[in-house]
């Protein structure tokens, strides 16, 4: 069985590698192979998979890269990933990715998609957009048309029909990963000492990178691995991290809570391994299923259009209460739209069922962890003096 530290070691080697050696080695293996690139959210990957492709996530540049270019290109009111993305790409890093699929997050990736289109317009680039209306016949008829013209799209690129069967059969593998990943973040919240959350970050954003078959038995390895570990249980308390879903946080702001006292029970980072909440059906209309999956069985994220305000806070309160959670700190990124405007609702369904919380913001280059540690050292320090009274 392979140790837990040799786990780790080679996805911190995947999450540090910004010239993505390993899908650049994946697509010169074959001739013909062809890489998809994505940002964080949501994108039907199991589309980009029936087409023989790799689906390969664009996470920025984090605090490893220099942003130079990417900065006459955006102005600095805007969160940074668009223009470390920026920076992949003018720097040649992304040069053998084939396609580049921005989803609906807010008005910056859906410019970003655009401006994609004018630097490289020998790359096959599509904004996905996802209804706002969860209707079948509405929201679900135009997510479903949305998604048959992803498919043709890919087809071109791909150089070769996507039939209905690839698709169930890709469903069937996401499936399948979607429910390592859960039992993945019900480990970790039954034992977070066994699985500290920098690792299991790495061991998930691993599958953004690789192959998703082989990411499955990486999580089966890991989660094996880690049982057998004999780490000592801290007297942390245990928080819910929320607001990570698009920009990352760096590495180190990870760290840092857990050094602070607080087990991280749950989260939103990488949130397209869990954005469906369980399996998609793999038998009838495949494109159908994966749009029913999205309006009636996805997350009410700060990430997702959701009509009703309160559901927005609901969301949060159930993860609190299932994995027994003790408080949640808000993380997001400076100029995060989505998650900013949504945080006074958030905070107002907490307030109303007496969950303690902190605020505060990165950027993905966030150099500077102590004013973070010793927040949220502050923050754990006094949940364990008020559960103690």
Known sequence: MAATKDIVARCEALFEDLNFESARAWKAAEDGRKVIGYLP??????????????????????????VIHGDAYYQS???????????????????FVDGMLFPSTCDVIR????????????????????????????????????????????EGVAGRKITDDAIRESI??????????????????????????????????AGMVLPIEEHNQLIRDYLAAADAEDRP???NCRIVLTGTFCEQ??????????????????DDLLLITRWLLD???????????????????????????????????????RAVKETGAEGVIFAAPSFC??????????????????????????AENSGQMQPIREQAGTFADSIKLWSAA
């Open 41 to 66: 959210v949501y994108v039907p990957r199991e589309i980009i998979h029936a087409g023989g492709m790799l689906p390969l996530g664009v996470l920025g540049g984090g605090d490893r890269l220099e």
């Open 77 to 95: 009111y805007i969160c940074r990933i668009p223009r470390s993305t920026v920076e992949l790409g003018v720097t040649k890093r992304l040069d």
């Open 111 to 154: 410019n970003l998609s655009g401006m994609w289109k004018l630097m490289f317009p020998e790359v096959y680039t599509r904004y996905v957009d996802v209804p706002q209306n969860f209707d079948d016949e509405l929201g679900g008829a135009f997510f479903r048309q949305e998604m048959e013209e992803l498919k043709e799209g890919l």
């Open 172 to 205: 069937a593998v996401y499936n399948e990963n979607r429910r390592l990943v859960r039992e993945l973040y019900a480990f970790r919240a039954k034992q977070p000492w066994k699985t500290p959350s920098a690792e299991v970050y790495l061991v998930v954003r």
């Open 233 to 235: 249980m801290r007297d």
């Open 249 to 266: 946080p760096p590495l180190n702001l990870i760290k840092s809570l857990e050094l602070a006292g607080c087990y991280v029970v749950d």
């Open 279 to 317: 399996d998609v059906p793999t038998e009838g209309d495949p494109l159908g299923n994966l749009a029913r999956a999205f309006l009636h069985n996805s997350e009410s994220t700060s990430a997702k259009y959701v009509d009703d305000e309160a559901e927005k806070g609901r969301y949060l309160v």
């Open 337 to 362: 739209d989505p998650a900013l405007l949504d945080r006074p609702m958030l905070q107002n369904e907490l307030k109303a069922n007496n969950i303690p919380y902190i605020a505060f913001k990165y």
